[in-house]
């Protein structure tokens, strides 16, 4: 079935670069996303990449996409304090929209 | 503001009372789903519409939940007889037609005891 995997728990130091690592396991997503959750609040979206495409960069946040080994990462440089949150990796489906998440990795930045 | 609203913020429910949730889209937005997220889990689908019609429900969605959009417009999710395994933070999100904005609600937190 549909299965989305994440490490748990990522420390870096402030001004470091993050990686937080996703595996997927349905090859006919259309979508991969990343979302933040920060204690008690809502899902921010921070970006999604297309199935076709290998990287996305927007400002701070680099995405990698593995097609073939269904492997996404996300790239935080000059990691921040307020990057402390958790991370969610998510696969959706064109067809019915709906999206599958991972468990979600905590991120602690420490100054 | 996500652009999504869900009302209300928080709901305490004493075990075997029936609560209502409710979720206002983007407007322009035919598409509605709804998730569910317990804590240390990541959200977790229940269901789905396109305009007022219901496409897919999960498995997770027992017959003690049932939801609606009349006219397309809002929705209500509605849980009868609640019990504690219930509680958990409920999700509301409106994607663009690209499927690009996908934007949750704030969610209502829901606590049974």
């Known amino acids: 079935g549909e299965d989305v995997e994440q490490s748990l728990f990522l420390s870096v130091r402030e001004g470091d670069s993050s990686v937080i690592n996703c595996t997927y396991t349905?090859?006919?997503?259309?979508?991969l996303y990343w979302y933040k959750q920060e204690p008690g609040a809502g899902l921010q979206l921070l970006t999604y990449?297309?199935?076709?495409?290998d990287m996305k960069q927007d400002q701070r946040l680099t995405v990698l996409l593995n097609k073939k080994d269904k492997h996404l990462s996300l790239r935080i440089a000059d990691t921040q304090t307020g990057d402390s949150a958790i991370y969610f990796c998510?696969?959706?489906?064109?067809?019915?929209?709906?999206?599958?998440f991972g468990q979600g990795t905590t991120l602690q930045v420490k100054p | 503001d996500t652009g999504v609203s869900q009302d209300p913020r928080h709901k305490i429910t004493k075990r075997g009372q029936n609560v209502t949730f409710r979720c206002d889209p983007i407007?322009?937005?035919?598409?509605l789903y709804w998730y569910r997220q317990t804590l240390g889990q990541g959200p977790e689908f229940l269901t789905y519409?396109?305009?007022?019609?219901?496409?897919?429900k999960s498995r997770l969605l027992s017959d003690r939940f049932s939801a609606e959009r009349p006219k397309g417009s809002f929705s209500t999710l509605e849980i009868q007889r609640t019990e504690q395994g219930d509680s958990a933070m409920y999700l509301c999100?409106?994607?663009?037609?690209?499927?690009?904005?996908?934007?949750f609600g704030s969610g209502t937190r829901l606590t049974v005891v």
């Open positions: 998510a696969e959706g489906s064109s067809n019915t929209g709906k999206l599958i």
């Open positions: 349905d090859s006919s997503s259309t979508y």
């Open positions: 990449i297309f199935s076709n495409m």
């Open positions: 407007s322009e937005h035919n598409r």
């Open positions: 519409f396109q305009n007022e019609a219901q496409l897919e």
């Open positions: 999100a409106s994607p663009g037609q690209e499927f690009g904005g996908y934007t």
